[in-house]
């Protein structure tokens, strides 16, 4: 269908810029990752003609192949789980990376972006539900690891990320986005410069703006429903 990915995308913006101004923020600190798994690249494109100025993807070679197509007309982040091996990729390819979870992730992108000479924007994902299924830190862990990224060279602490348990009510969400925040609040109170706030998808993101939100990470809201 011409014009609907456009359509759902003006759409998205002008919800997340109305959930900003209920709350006293300015809409310029929210900014829309266009959650693009499994979308094809002709799909991609018009949103991007579209003005969605950010992708982010789940794995990196699907990620490598949209690439080769849709170029640097667009930023790529990486918002899926990264594994260990596919750091030397990720630090090629994306400007930012929402997901990382543990010391050792983090120490191979450092080694990986050091012999690239990159510089790569890193995410802590707080697992705040304790939901075994999901990948995370626990919030326990979140200053050690905080800190130790804060003084590898090639990685640039942003912030934070995190992904509720689904609720079919979105305010089921927003004790967690209050979580998230309050542990980004006391980052800054030890001197880590964390800003960043990935959190909100489409069931979701007004809320997770309502609660904070500098990065909300939407995919159905303006591509559809995702094959299974
Ligand atoms: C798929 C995905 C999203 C977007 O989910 P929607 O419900 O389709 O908006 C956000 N974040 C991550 C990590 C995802 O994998």
Partial sequence: MGGQVRDNLLRVLERMEK??????????????????????VDRIAEAVESGLEIVGENYVQEALRKR??????????????????KARHAVGLFEMIHSVDSLKLAQELQKRAAKEGREVEVLLQVNLSGEETK???????VQELAEAISEMPNLRLKGLMTMPPYFE???????YFQALRRLRDELQRRGLPVEELSMGMSADFEVAIEEGATLVRVGTAIFGQRRP
Avoid at 169 to 175: F, S
């Fill in 135 to 141: 990948s995370g830190v626990a919030p326990e862990g």
């Fill in 19 to 40: 959930a900003a101004l209920r709350v006293g923020r300015r809409p310029e600190e929210v900014r829309l990752v266009g959650a693009t798994k499994g979308v094809d």
């Fill in 169 to 175: 009510d979105p305010d089921g969400a927003r004790p």
């Fill in 68 to 85: 080769e197509v849709l170029g640097d007309r667009v930023r790529w982040h990486m918002i899926g789980h990264l594994q260990r091996n």
